[in-house]
């Protein structure tokens, strides 16, 4: 959902004055928790609090200017939402930190947190925003390219197997939604693919906050950036099916569903700009879709490597921050949680966490403005039936070890179940996305067998679990509870029912490692109020609610992630990562930076 961010800079920054601005380690040994070091203060550039795609990327385009950058992760595993975690073959976890070496690592399942599905970053030229980031810090992982995908849809109960790209998606098309789905998709692609050379020849990581942005993107990439000017209204409304004049079923329910799946709410309430980007995508030529090699947690330490790699610069586990110090209106540091230790910050204090423990970082009446603007997004209570902003559903996950003969050898890497269209695209447990990630890379897996991650796209309501939120930080109490056992296995069950479509022998009881996480899972591991996965904000929504801007009304405060202007997604919360950096760093270092940017040629100038 990252075309949202041009929508806020580009337009917005026409009426904004010129600011001031006119060792390489693994990922198992960053610096252990900062309570174990010297208790004597420290002082730092930036101090970056949390490791998501977002964080990270902040913190490697500044460390990459000559800054000093601290990043301060309190789980033991960096990467936030999008981490990978290890377990034994007895379901044992074991931390990043305690592998030895890779050898040790071969004899693990590696199981992802977040997603399991990339595009646009194994290409050289690349719109994706990741792609840029990985670019701009000389670091990035090694990519594995595949191009099958399997589906199973009301209309193909039997499900479908097929490479991607626009000839097979009108096939899909024509086989299960007719010729009013091919002519309607003709009509749609005709409307949405001229905008499109704006949105895909801009890089988002060059956009800035300030009229800077002539000089970063209207001068380097002139064409795109009139296009993004004649079509601004797409960057405000929302994407009318009916406007539109779309009739069939079934290309209206796959829209809602590629929607779903890319940023957690339907088609009617997506930018019409990130439809038309999407659209874009179907007609790329040689479409493929990308996996880390080793798996999500190497695009992680590709981006902490971006950090550490300069001297002054680290990345730190296992370190809570208990509050950002303000002092006369300015951040200028935190305070650590277990040991109260101070760690400043000439610069600027960014937070990667989610909304709510951004605002929480900072005690009240520190801050009248940004007190005023914590009351008017999160309301009394932080709950959205009380009038806070509105977060995404949460999830359920399963993650699975099992031996190899389970899964057919001709089942594909990946599929998606949906059940009932007319229950609605974000309905429980409707969608399901099944990533076999160790039949892309089976290092991802002891020999002889598969690692099977599953879950359900934020359809999980947290309100249906707060009856056990007591529970959350009580492993023992958890297991013990049947009403708690009996929900989460009701609530896992169609994330099996979509794993047997392709691999009917993987059943309760057959597997060598079997974890459920739920929503209490990421409030408690992802730190995640209510076990959200980001803001649900719909464009032009009744009540007026506007994604928060990566600044906040604190001098030297500033936020990173899927609770700001870029929105939820991995090319989303890169891009705020960079829009957030940018902030930060004047247009000269900028554009340094963005020099490093491929673009592809067919946009723009394609610099």
Wanted: charged share 25%.
């Amino acid at each position: 959902m990252a075309p949202r961010s041009i929508a806020v800079t580009v337009l917005l920054s026409l009426c904004i004055p010129a600011a001031e601005a006119f060792v390489q380690p693994s990922s198992s040994n960053y610096a252990r928790p900062t309570s174990l070091r010297s208790a004597v203060e420290e002082e730092v550039d930036c101090i970056v609090i949390g490791s998501g795609i977002g964080g990270l990327s902040c913190a490697g385009l500044l460390a990459a200017t000559g800054r000093k950058v601290k990043v301060l992760e309190r789980h033991y595993e960096i990467g936030g939402c999008a981490h990978e975690f290890y377990m034994d073959m007895n379901g044992k976890t074991v931390p990043s930190a305690a592998i030895a070496n890779k050898a040790t690592r071969k004899d693990l399942f590696h199981f992802e947190a977040g997603p399991s599905l990339y595009s646009g970053l194994s290409d050289e030229r690349s719109p994706n925003p990741l792609k840029h980031i990985y670019q701009m810090i000389g670091e990035e992982p090694e990519w594995i390219t595949y191009d099958e995908w399997g589906a199973f849809l009301p209309e193909a109960p039997e499900g479908y197997q097929m490479s991607i790209g626009a000839d097979n998606f009108v096939k899909i098309l024509e086989t299960y939604g007719g010729k009013e789905a091919v002519d309607d998709w003709e009509m749609l692609a005709k409307t949405l693919r001229p905008m499109s050379g704006g949105i895909k020849g801009i890089p988002h990581t060059a956009l800035r906050g300030d009229a800077g942005i002539f000089l970063t993107v209207g001068l380097k990439y002139p064409l795109s950036f009139m296009n993004v000017l004649r079509y601004a209204p797409a960057f405000s409304e929302s994407f009318n099916l009916d406007e539109l004049g779309l009739k069939s079923e079934f290309l209206r329910n796959y829209l809602d569903m590629l929607a779903f799946l890319l940023q957690g709410l339907p088609a009617d309430q997506t930018l019409k700009v990130v439809m038309a980007y999407m659209v874009e995508d179907f007609f790329k030529e040689n479409a493929v879709m990308d996996f880390p090699k080793g798996g999500s947690g190497e695009m992680m330490a590709a981006l902490a490597r971006g950090v550490t790699k300069h001297e002054g610069c680290s990345v730190d586990i296992s370190t809570s921050v208990d509050e950002v110090i303000v002092e006369d209106g300015k951040a200028v540091g935190v305070k650590l949680a277990k040991s109260g230790r101070i760690i400043r910050a000439k610069e600027a204090v960014i937070s990667n966490a989610d909304l709510t423990n951004t605002f929480n970082f900072v005690p009240k009446g520190k801050h009248a403005e940004f007190d005023e603007e914590r009351e008017r997004f999160l309301a009394p209570t932080n709950v959205p039936t009380d009038g806070s902003v509105p977060y995404c559903k949460s999830f359920m996950h399963l993650h699975l070890g099992v031996k190899s003969e389970l899964i057919p050898d001709d089942a594909p890497p990946q599929w998606t179940v949906v059940k009932d269209w007319s229950k609605g695209i974000d309905a429980i447990g409707n969608v399901v996305v099944v990533s076999v990630g160790s039949k892309l890379d089976q290092s991802l897996a002891p020999p002889g067998y598969h690692v099977i991650h599953a879950y359900t796209a934020g359809n999980e309501p947290f309100e249906d679990w707060e009856q056990f939120s007591h529970l959350m930080d009580d492993a023992s109490a958890r297991d013990k509870d049947e009403a708690y056992q009996k929900f989460k296995d009701e609530r896992a069950q169609p994330i099996w029912d979509a794993i047997q479509k392709r691999a009917p022998d993987v059943v309760k009881g057959a597997c060598t490692v079997e974890k459920v996480a739920t929503p209490l899972t990421h409030a408690r591991f992802l730190s995640r109020h209510r076990g959200n996965y980001g803001l649900a904000i719909a464009p032009g929504n009744e009540e007026g609610w506007k994604f928060p801007d990566v600044t906040t009304p604190i001098e030297g405060y500033y936020r990173c992630g899927d609770s700001t202007t870029s929105g939820i997604g991995v090319p989303a919360v890169a891009s705020s990562g960079a829009l957030c950096a940018n902030s930060i760093m004047t247009v000269w270092e900028q554009l340094e930076l963005n020099s490093k940017i491929k673009m592809p040629v067919q946009y723009g100038r394609g610099m």
